[in-house]
């Protein structure tokens, strides 16, 4: 039950604000992103959430997969984005595979400033 979880929060993001509002180019996106680093993609789903006083709706885009799962929430009134990746690090370490997904999604949202934190997951001691 080994495994990293990476999170980010990024915020004056200055990329494309269809990165923002669009779930299926959105999701389309996280999916490649999967594959390009290496890891296994078993399912996905977006939602678009409706617009506000404040401005546009954001999205949810997850992807299932076959280490853990991606999973990107974004706001785009407030020029705001969230990434979660996990990976279990079960029978290999997927470690370098969830930091290279991680970049490439920062390098998308082109965040003004990023906070990243990592957590080692699974550290229970066996019996």
């Known amino acids: 039950m ?10 004056h993001c200055r990329c494309d604000a269809i990165w923002l509002t669009d779930a299926p180019r959105l999701l389309d996106q996280c ?10 993609p078993v399912n996905h789903l977006a939602h678009a959430f409706p ?10 885009a997850t992807v299932l997969l076959a280490e853990s799962h991606l999973c990107v929430h974004t706001w785009p009134e407030q020029a705001g984005v969230t990434v979660d ?8 370490d997927h470690s370098a595979k969830a930091h290279a997904l991680m970049d490439a999604l ?16 699974g550290g229970v001691a066996p019996d």
């Open 31 to 40: 999916v490649q992103q999967v594959l390009e680093a290496g890891l296994q």
């Open 106 to 121: 920062i390098a998308l949202f082109a965040p003004g400033q990023v906070l990243r934190q990592a957590l080692q997951r």
């Open 85 to 92: 990746v996990y990976v279990c690090n079960f029978g290999a």
């Open 2 to 11: 080994q495994g990293l979880h990476l999170t980010a929060d990024l915020t």
């Open 51 to 60: 617009a506000t006083e404040h401005g546009p709706g954001g999205v949810t």
